[in-house]
């Protein structure tokens, strides 16, 4: 697949209010400071699509892009800030999760993960409740580009370990790179075999 066009739509804190649910739709979602904006800035090809920056939880919004007129890429509010008060974390928890379970052209769930550190409970936990809601998901291991091939291949191996003394099988994942566009092709490659497969779900 090549992007040939990926423009902001809009943004929104209920999943009511989002587009119209006529295309497939791709959310990304990580722990804050994972990379997410820079991902996706690299997948699309467009430096500035997603606003990046050195401060966690930046993304405080459901966003929505479309991307060549046929699928929608969603940026989600990371998990797991610190800084952010008890009430807004809840806030940002119910509306993600909302979206999430209710969202009816929500093809594919990509679930990043800092390649740099050993899997963590709050992430381990979320893919655990996006299985128990059979939500489908990919993981997206991002930052490769900081360690050693080596690291990053031990990292994955963790996880498969933990992961598969819950799940039958490790779900798809990739290896990615931001600086080095490592995993683009074959992230879209994922999402444009996903898009043959999707069928409009028919509207009340």
Request: charged share 25%.
């Amino acid at each position: 697949m090549k992007i040939q066009t990926a423009v902001f739509k809009q943004s929104n804190t209920d999943y009511k209010k989002c587009p119209a649910p006529t295309m497939p739709e791709y959310a990304f979602i990580g722990r804050s400071n994972v990379g997410k904006s820079s991902l996706i800035n690299m997948i699309t090809g467009k430096p500035t699509l997603a606003k990046t920056s050195q401060t966690p939880g930046k993304t405080q919004l459901i966003n929505h892009f479309s991307i060549n007129d046929q699928w929608y890429l969603v940026d989600l509010p990371g998990y797991g800030y610190a800084k952010a008060s008890q009430k807004e974390r809840e806030k940002w928890d119910k509306m993600i999760k909302e979206y999430l379970k209710n969202r009816t052209n929500l093809h594919c769930i990509f679930v990043l993960i800092d390649s740099r550190h050993s899997a963590q409970k709050i992430d381990m936990e979320f893919m655990q409740w996006l299985g128990e809601n059979e939500l489908p998901f990919a993981i997206i291991f991002t930052k490769t580009d900081k360690q050693s091939k080596t690291k990053t291949q031990a990292l994955l191996n963790e996880y498969a370990t933990k992961m598969l003394d819950y799940w039958e099988e490790m779900p798809v994942s990739f290896s990615t790179s931001s600086l080095t566009k490592t995993g683009k092709d074959e992230i879209l490659k994922f999402i444009d075999e996903l898009n043959q497969d999707w069928q409009p779900v028919p509207q009340d």
